[in-house]
Structure formats: C-alpha cells, structure tokens
C-alpha cells in the first residue's frame, strides 16, 4: 500500500508539474505574441513618424524655396542696327535682362552678373509708368517689389564674345537667403560665404 501511495503521490506530483509548464509555455507564447504586436505597432508609429517628418521637412522646403521660385529672369541679345553697324565698324551687342518678381514679397539687393566678372552697366524699373528719373535704378537694386520688374543692360561687347557672357541673377529673398538662377533657369542657393 505505501508503494501506491507513493506511486499516486508521484503521480499527482507529476501531474502538478505538468500542468504548470503547459501553463508557463502559454503564458511564455501569449507574452511573446504581445510582445511582437507590441514591437509591431512601434515599428509602425516610428516608420509613420518618419514619413511625417519627411512631408513636414519637403513643405518647409518647399515654404523656403517658393518665393525664389517666382523671381524669374527673361534675356536677349541687343546691338546696333545692321546698317550702323557697318557704317560705324564698332559691332557690338549687349544683354538686356529683365527681371520680374511675381512673389507677393519684395526680394533685394538685385544684381545681374554675365558670365564670372561682369555686373550690369544700366538697370530701369519698368511698369508702365513714368519716372521722374526714367527708371534708372542703382546696381545693385535694392528692391523690387511684387509684381515688379527691372531691366538690366550689360556692358557693350563684340559679337564675338557676347555668348559668352550669359547672364544670371541674384537675390535675397524676404527670408534673408541669397539665390542665384542661371541662363537656363536653374535655381540655386549662394552660400553665405559665397559670391554676391
């Protein structure tokens, strides 16, 4: 009879210890399971937070560059006419830039440069209206206005030489950052120590 006992009280103790690594296993999985979800959805909140930032960063891009966006820079060659030209043996051509600001803000200190060295001789500020003055405006220009142009005229060259002198502009917006847009349109930010 103790041999039976001690068998059943094995048993049961065998039982018992059973049952309570079947329940430690389950709880082990459910809290593994959790876990994963849990790492899941954080996973999710960082890759979302990341795709904000991301949008947030691209709109105050955009917000930065929107306003030197919309200073555009429309040019062609000008010369004597083709009889004087002759007559007077001289053949020279010049840029006429026009520089338009269709930002709702004023940018400054605008100033057209052809090729590495050359600044704009003339600038005018046309709109239709009559200046006391022409026009004639400063170089740089301190201010254009929205919804304003200035037409800058570079030095006199021989023909020869004035395709290589294409012109670019530069400005600083109403946020204080200096740009620069090129002959062919490209939009560039001018370092702080770069050149104005």
């Known amino acids: 009879m103790p041999t039976w006992?001690?068998?059943?009280?094995?048993?049961?103790?065998g039982w018992f210890a059973y049952q309570t690594i079947k329940s430690q296993r389950e709880q082990i999985g459910e809290q593994q399971a959790?876990?994963?979800?849990?790492?899941?959805?954080?996973?999710?909140q960082r890759r979302?937070?990341?795709?904000?930032?991301?949008?947030?960063?691209?709109?105050?891009?955009?917000?930065?560059?929107?306003?030197?966006?919309?200073?555009?820079?429309?040019?062609?060659t000008a010369g004597e006419s083709g009889r004087?030209?002759?007559?007077?043996?001289?053949?020279?051509?010049?840029?006429?830039?026009?520089?338009?600001?269709?930002?709702?803000?004023p940018v400054h200190d605008v100033m057209v440069r052809f090729g590495d060295a050359y600044n704009a001789a003339s600038a005018a500020e046309?709109?239709?209206?009559?200046?006391?003055?022409?026009?004639?405006?400063?170089i740089p220009v301190a201010l254009i206005a929205a919804g304003h142009?200035?037409?800058?005229?570079?030095?006199?060259?021989?023909?020869?030489?004035?395709?290589?002198?294409?012109?670019?502009?530069?400005?600083?917006?109403?946020?204080?950052?200096r740009w620069r847009r090129d002959s062919y349109g490209k939009l560039e930010e001018v370092p702080a120590d770069g050149v104005s």
């Open 48 to 76: 979302n937070l990341e795709l904000e930032r991301a949008e947030l960063r691209a709109q105050a891009e955009e917000r930065r560059v929107s306003q030197a966006r919309q200073v555009l820079m429309t040019f062609e």
């Open 84 to 105: 004087d030209r002759y007559q007077n043996g001289t053949g020279y051509s010049r840029w006429d830039v026009r520089v338009t600001n269709e930002s709702t803000d």
């Open 149 to 177: 142009s200035v037409t800058f005229e570079s030095p006199n060259w021989s023909e020869t030489t004035v395709d290589n002198r294409r012109p670019s502009v530069l400005f600083t917006d109403s946020a204080g950052v």
């Open 126 to 138: 046309w709109e239709g209206r009559r200046h006391p003055d022409r026009g004639r405006r400063p």
């Open 5 to 13: 006992i001690g068998g059943g009280g094995a048993l049961a103790a």
């Open 34 to 44: 959790f876990i994963a979800e849990q790492t899941q959805f954080m996973d999710d």
